[in-house]
């Protein structure tokens, strides 16, 4: 039984369920497991009876009444460009600077590019080849340039809703971005005064890199994130992270609100971490003067693997 129920958490946790919900679940089946060996089934049984973690554990997920993000409605904006998307994924290369973007789902098989603002969209590079999707600004000697936002462009990109996106990598500066409701393998963001914004996200491996701006990450399942951070702050809140969780700062602060994780590892300045409901089963922490701060209200035991810190402090509760 001791294995099914960790089988069972492992797979809860790919899913998009917060850990209120996991432990109601894993509390539900381990009473109806301890009924089923009280009656005298045997393991092959009880697994036959409850079936494979993984089934359980979607079937589960798709039961949940949560809704996906509100999307953006195109209504506003101009078609720019559409692609016809053949396979069941692709790739995409973003590069913008003042342009904000905005990623979410389409309703049939096609990339579709809206845009809205008075810019010379027609100086921009929107590409389709070989499954991977490219968006970037215009370019003068090698260099992306723009003369003023407000005479700028704002996208909104559709990608199908059954493809998977392989490899999505942005570089943006000055330029905010949002991601809603996408599945992707190796998500990887690199940002200068722009914030990021990822809701309803599926996401395996994920990479950011920011100087400055603010980032918000919610109702969302990563495998391993990483973060690498100058100045901005990163604010993640009912999201599972399945395996690792690094995080290097200068001085911005992470913000955590019922977040699981296995390991949580911290590199910090004068950053602090500051968690509620947050759960790592490991926590490796070093810094010069920044905080690891986490209050819970579940009595969970988490190990402090490594603390190396000046005059920052670890308080757990």
């Given at each position: 039984m ?8 492992q ?5 998009k ?9 894993i ?5 109806m ?9 045997s393991e092959?049984?009880i697994k036959?009876?409850f079936?494979?973690p993984s089934q359980v554990?979607?079937e589960?997920a798709?039961?949940?009444d949560?809704e996906?993000?509100?999307q953006e409605?195109t ?5 720019l460009?559409?692609f ?5 994924s692709?790739?995409?290369d973003?590069?913008l600077?003042y342009e ?5 789902l ?12 008075k810019?010379?969209v027609?100086k ?8 991977e ?15 003023n936002k ?5 996208f909104?990109?559709e990608l199908?809703?059954k493809v ?12 905010d971005?949002?991601?809603k ?7 990887i963001?690199?940002?200068t005064s722009?914030?990021?914004d990822?809701?309803h996200?599926q996401v ?5 890199h920011?100087v400055s701006?603010d ?6 399942t990563?495998e ?17 992270i399945t395996q690792d969780?690094k995080?290097s ?5 992470v913000?955590?609100?019922d ?7 911290m590199?910090a300045v004068?950053g602090?971490?500051n ?5 790592p ?5 070093k810094?010069?003067s920044g ?8 009595k969970k ?6 603390n190396?810190t000046?005059s920052g402090d670890?308080n757990?509760?």
């Amino acid at each position: 039984m001791k294995k099914y129920l960790e089988d069972l958490r492992q797979e809860l946790m790919k899913q998009k369920l917060t850990e209120k919900e996991i432990e109601e679940i894993i509390a539900d089946h381990k009473e109806m497991i301890s009924n089923a060996i009280d009656e005298g089934l045997s393991e092959e049984e009880i697994k036959a009876k409850f079936g494979k973690p993984s089934q359980v554990a979607e079937e589960l997920a798709d039961s949940d009444d949560q809704e996906p993000a509100e999307q953006e409605e195109t209504k506003g904006f101009q078609l720019l460009e559409s692609f016809e998307v053949k396979g069941d994924s692709i790739s995409v290369d973003v590069n913008l600077i003042y342009e904000d973007i905005t990623y979410q789902l389409g309703e049939d098989s096609q990339i579709k590019v809206f845009y809205q603002g008075k810019g010379k969209v027609e100086k921009y590079e929107v590409s389709y080849e070989k499954n991977e999707f490219r968006l970037s600004a215009p370019k003068r000697h090698g260099f992306n340039f723009f003369i003023n936002k407000e005479d700028g462009i704002n996208f909104l990109v559709e990608l199908p809703r059954k493809v998977i996106v392989n490899v999505l990598k942005q570089v943006i500066i000055s330029s905010d971005s949002v991601f809603k409701n996408l599945n992707i393998k190796q998500f990887i963001a690199n940002t200068t005064s722009g914030d990021l914004d990822i809701d309803h996200c599926q996401v395996e491996k994920f990479k950011l890199h920011s100087v400055s701006g603010d980032s918000k990450i919610e109702n969302s399942t990563f495998e391993d994130m990483v973060l690498s951070l100058v100045s901005g702050d990163v604010f993640i809140k009912n999201t599972t992270i399945t395996q690792d969780f690094k995080a290097s700062t200068v001085s911005g602060d992470v913000h955590v609100t019922d977040v699981t994780c296995v390991n949580f590892e911290m590199s910090a300045v004068s950053g602090d971490v500051n968690g509620k409901e947050f759960y790592p089963q490991k926590v490796i922490f070093k810094s010069v003067s920044g905080d690891l701060n986490i209050k819970n209200k579940e009595k969970k035991y988490i190990e402090i693997v490594k603390n190396s810190t000046l005059s920052g402090d670890i308080n757990i509760s």
